[in-house]
């Protein structure tokens, strides 16, 4: 087995963003406190945890997904929020996935497509068959990560609404955070 350290920046499966996005911290209900904001952060990730699964394993069940975390950086200028997990598959999958990824012209269109540098983006991933030839031997994370968000793109913005809505069924997450009692 190999495993590998990906997040939904690298892995399209959902956008977990909460600065000035739809599951940011809800301040209108919930008292502004750290235990709080860190019950928030579980309940975001509990709740993408179907999603991002289930977004892996269209690539193939084999796929096992684990140790769950949100990480939030430090500024915001280049990334956001993201979910880091894991990913373990057997190395014979790997190599049968890379080879069969390699010649695959809808695939490759894909790399061309989304991972090209241009005015305002210098990507570091491959975007030519070459060039994710060399990836599959040296980066062999990111070859994969190419991989599973190909095989994800076609329901992001389906995923991303369902993600969205779970996280904020006001009855699911009232019971866990301190909130504010309604004024009548």
Not at 68 to 84: L, T
Not at 87 to 94: I, R
Not at 142 to 157: G, P
């Amino acid at each position: 087995m190999v495993t590998f350290d990906l997040n939904t920046d690298v892995v399209t499966s959902i956008n977990p963003g909460m600065y000035g996005s739809a599951i940011e911290f809800p301040y209108e209900q919930a008292e502004d406190t750290p235990e709080n904001y860190k019950m928030w952060d579980d309940i975001v990730v509990e709740q993408a945890i179907p999603y991002i699964e289930e977004a892996v394993q269209k690539t193939d069940s084999r796929i096992k997904v684990k140790n769950f975390k949100i990480n939030h950086p430090r500024f915001y200028n280049f990334v956001s929020d993201c979910i880091d997990f894991d990913v373990e598959l057997p190395q014979s999958l790997l190599v049968e996935l890379f080879e069969r990824y390699k010649n695959d012209q809808s695939f490759l269109s894909y790399l061309k497509d989304n991972y090209s540098s241009r005015s305002g983006f210098i990507s570091t991933m491959a975007d030519t068959p070459q060039k994710f030839a060399e990836q599959c031997e040296d980066a062999k994370w990111k070859s994969l990560s190419q991989i599973l968000s190909y095989n994800a793109e076609d329901e992001f913005d389906d995923r991303q609404r369902e993600f969205e809505d779970d996280v904020l069924d006001g009855s699911y997450w009232w019971e866990k955070l301190d909130c504010y009692e309604d004024e009548e």
